[in-house]
């Protein structure tokens, strides 16, 4: 045997080594990110199924109904998407896990994105209650950079999605209230938990835009349009981030039709954490 034969064979048994545990780090995040899309899925289907199971509760019972029936529909496009973006984790980490060690493979970076982040979204197209149904998808970019530790998690112009939560023209609800509600899933691809903006309109032209937060956006909502004795915002129990300061609402109009223009991005808020892999 040639005597650099042996250190050959060692320093290729090496190299081999340190690409396959190379790869095992980008599996092992593929299989994390796969388990959390899961487990995303499992969390709406839990919301979906306490919405038909009616345990809301309101002092206006029709008002209940109808947002309760709009919260149904807004979770099962939500559950559809999840599972769609579930799957394709899921074929993402098998793919890693079957794939043949790289010669170079960089280290997967995992960011997690905290609660409250800012996420700026330039809509594709105006919403309005006069041509958006609860349940129906909506889209958009995202208007600015978001940074953590800085480090680049998602660019401007990232693709984003969302559903609409709620839409009801002013009037409509037996209260004499309306009401258009959209709700941020997804970025780049990426399913998230985000507040849901939401647009309470009377038909005399009384506009009030607000951010309800997380699962208990339909609580809040219900507060807030059952009430009879006008509490308005104490209805929300915490729930809302804030008031949608700037928003173009059309105030002091008697248009029955609710809009959320795109001429302003909308601001909505992460409801909780995201852990997203990065590669160099």
Not at 17 to 30: F, L, M
Not at 159 to 170: D, N, Y
Request: charged share 25%.
């Amino acid at each position: 045997m040639r005597p650099w034969l042996p250190n050959l064979i060692l320093a290729s048994t090496l190299a081999l080594t340190v690409a396959c545990n190379r790869k095992s780090e980008a599996a092992i995040q593929a299989e994390e990110a796969a388990k959390s899309a899961e487990a995303k899925v499992a969390q709406l289907e839990q919301q979906l199924a306490e919405a038909k199971s009616g345990k809301a509760g309101g002092e206006d019972a029709d008002t209940v109904q109808h947002l309760t029936k709009s919260q149904v529909k807004a979770l099962e496009r939500q559950v559809t998407d999840a599972k769609k973006r579930a799957l394709v984790k899921k074929q993402e980490a098998l793919t890693l896990a079957q794939a043949p060690a790289p010669q170079e493979a960089s280290k997967p970076v995992v960011v997690e994105v905290p609660v409250g982040t800012k996420l700026e979204i330039s809509l594709a197209r105006e919403l309005s209650t006069e041509k958006d149904q609860a349940g129906d998808a909506w889209e958009g970019t995202l208007a600015s950079d978001v940074v953590q530790d800085g480090k680049l998690v998602w660019s401007a112009g990232s693709s984003a999605r969302g559903v609409i939560t709620q839409s009801a023209a002013a009037g409509r609800l037996s209260n004499g209230q309306g009401a258009l509600g959209i709700r941020l899933t997804e970025i780049a691809g990426v399913g998230i938990d985000a507040d849901t903006h939401v647009v309470v309109a009377t038909a005399k032209g009384e506009r009030n835009a607000k951010y309800i937060g997380g699962g208990a956006a339909l609580g809040a909502l219900i507060g807030i349009l059952s009430d009879k004795k006008n509490k308005n915002d104490h209805a929300l129990g915490g729930a809302a981030l804030g008031a949608a300061a700037g928003t173009a609402l059309a105030a002091g109009t008697a248009d029955t039709v609710i809009r959320i223009p795109a001429t302003k991005p909308v601001a909505f808020s992460l409801t909780a954490p995201e852990r997203v892999t990065l590669r160099k």
